[in-house]
C-alpha cells in the first residue's frame, strides 16, 4: 500500500471523488426515494442497499478512489454489526467529510477539529439517550419504524405483530416465499427443518410425543423392540429423529405402525454435516433427552426410557417440526441459549455463523416468527426479502431500546435542545465541530426529505436552538407525523460511527491510497 500527502487541497480533492457516491445514495433514501440500477458485467439491477452502491461504485482502483473504499469499509462493518441503516450513515458521514474538510482548506488544525468532534458527538449521542428515553414503542411505532426502514405497510405491520408476540428473546426469521404474497407464521416451541424417512413414518400430529434424538444414522433397534412395542400397546407416541432411519429399524417402526398401530414419526434434519449435529442437540436440549452419539460414549442398545425426551405435542408440516411445550430443563436451556450467543458474539466478523447462532438461541427460547414473502419473480422476491429483513433489524432495535422522529428530526430536536458547556464552547475548534455537526445534520435532513433537491439556504451559522427554525420544522404542530420513527439505537450507532468515522479523516495526517 502507498501513501499520499493530505494537506488541505488534498483532502478537498478527496472529499468531491466523494460525490458521485453519495448522490447515488441520496436518491434511494427517504420517503421520495427512487430506485438505483447497478450495470453489472452480465445485467443490470436495482441496488439492494447503500452498501451495494458503494461496493459497485469503490472498485476503481487509485488514490482518488479512497475516500469510496474507506466508506465501503465503514458501511460493510454497520451493515454487518446493524443489518440496516447504511443509507443515513453514508450521508451524515459524507456530510461531516464535506464540513470538515472545508473548514481545514479555510485554515482550521485537522487535529483540533478531529477531537472537538469527538467531543461533541460523544456528548450528542449520550443527549439522544437521555431525551428519548421511554417505555418500550407499542405496535404502531413498530410498524412505523418498520415502514420508515424501508418496509410496505403490510410487512411494517406484520414485522411489528410478530415482535410482540415472539418477546425480546424470540427469533423472527424472514424468509423467501414459494408463493407471491406475504405468508405469516407464529407459535411457541421448538420448531426446526427435517425430512420424512418416509411417507409412512410423516405423522403430522402426535399428543403426548416421547423423542428418541440421535447424531448417527440408525439402522437396527435390535432390544428397543420390545419397547416400541410397549409404546403401541400404550398407545404412547414415538418421534425419532436422526441423521437418517433405514434398514431393520426403519422396518420396524413401519411394522409397529401398520400391525400395532404404533404412533410414531422418524424425520431427519434437512441441514448436513455439522449444521445438523447442531440441530440435534438443540433438540436433545429442549426436550430433555440424552442425545445417541458416539462421541458421547450413547448407543441405541444402550437407551432406556429415561433417556428418551418428551414434549406436549410434536407436528411436521411443509419441512417443518414443530415441538410444543418441549421438557428439557430450563435451567440447562437457557446455559445453552447464553453459551450460544456468546459464540455469536465472537463469530461478528463471520455474518453467516453469527445469524445460524442468533437462530438456535431465538429457536431453543420457545417462541419464533416467520414471516415468508414471495414476489412476481425470483428477484423480485430477494429484493423485497433483503428490505424487509432490514426493516426488521430496525425494529427489534426499537423494540429494545426506544424510538425517535425520524427523517432526521429527531437528530434536529436533539442538537437543538443539548445544553452547551461554554467552558468548551469557547474553544474555537469546538465551536467549529459544533458548526459542522448541525450543518451536517442539516443536510441530512434535506436529502431525506428531497432525495433529488437539496435547495434552500445552506446554514452558514448555527445558532443554539435554532437549527430546527433554519429548515423550516414546525415544532408547535409536532414537525413531522408519527407515521415517520427511526430506532433510538440504530440512530445512535449512526451519529457514533458517522463521528468517529469522519474525525479519523480529519486526525490523519496521510491518507491510505493504492
Partial sequence: MNWIAAGPESLAALARSLAPTLH??????????????????TRIEPAGNALSIVQALAEERGPGRTFPRLLREILFEADRDLGDGTARLALLWGNLIEHGVGAVAAGARGAALAHALTVLGTRFSAFLEAEHAAPAPDEAQLS??????????????????????????????????????????S?????????AVSDALSATDLDPAYLLVADERIDEFGPLVP????????????????????GAALQALTRN???????????????????????????????????????FGTSVAALRPAMLGRCAMFSFSRGRAVLQAPEGDPEAVALRRRLLLAEAERQKYLTLDRTRLTVRAARLAGHWGRLAIGGRTERETLIITQGARRALASAQAAATGGV?????????????RMPMDWAIASDGAFRLAHYCLGAAIADLVR???????????????????????????????????????DALPLTRQIVDRAVSGAAAVLRLGAMAGD
Avoid: Y
Fill in 404 to 416: 425517535l422522529p425520524g427523517g432526521g428530526v429527531g437528530l434536529v430536536d436533539a442538537f437543538d
Fill in 187 to 195: 407459535g411457541r416451541g421448538f420448531l426446526f427443518e427435517a425430512v
Fill in 447 to 485: 436529502t431525506l426529505s428531497a432525495p433529488l433537491e437539496r435547495e434552500g439556504p445552506r446554514v452558514r451559522a448555527i445558532q443554539a436552538g435554532m437549527l430546527g427554525r433554519t429548515l423550516g420544522l414546525d415544532r408547535e404542530a409536532g414537525g413531522r407525523t408519527e407515521a415517520c420513527l
Fill in 144 to 185: 412505523a419504524v418498520a415502514v420508515s426502514a424501508g418496509a410496505s405497510p403490510p410487512i411494517g405491520r406484520a414485522i411489528a405483530r410478530m415482535l410482540l408476540e415472539v418477546g425480546p428473546d424470540g427469533g423472527i426469521e424472514v424468509v423467501e416465499g414459494r408463493t407471491q404474497g406475504l405468508r405469516i407464521e
Fill in 257 to 295: 405402525r401398520t400391525e400395532n398401530g404404533l404412533r410414531v414419526a422418524a424425520l431427519r434434519p434437512a441441514a448436513v454435516s455439522q449444521h445438523a449435529a447442531d440441530i440435534l442437540e438443540d433438540l436433545a436440549s429442549a426436550t430433555g433427552a440424552s442425545l445417541v452419539a458416539e462421541r
Fill in 24 to 41: 447515488a445514495i441520496a436518491i434511494t433514501a427517504g420517503p421520495n426515494s427512487r430506485t438505483c440500477l447497478l450495470d453489472g458485467a
Fill in 227 to 246: 419397547l416400541l412395542e410397549g409404546f403401541a400397546a400404550r398407545g404412547k407416541a414415538l418421534v425419532v429423529v436422526a441423521r437418517d432411519v433405514c
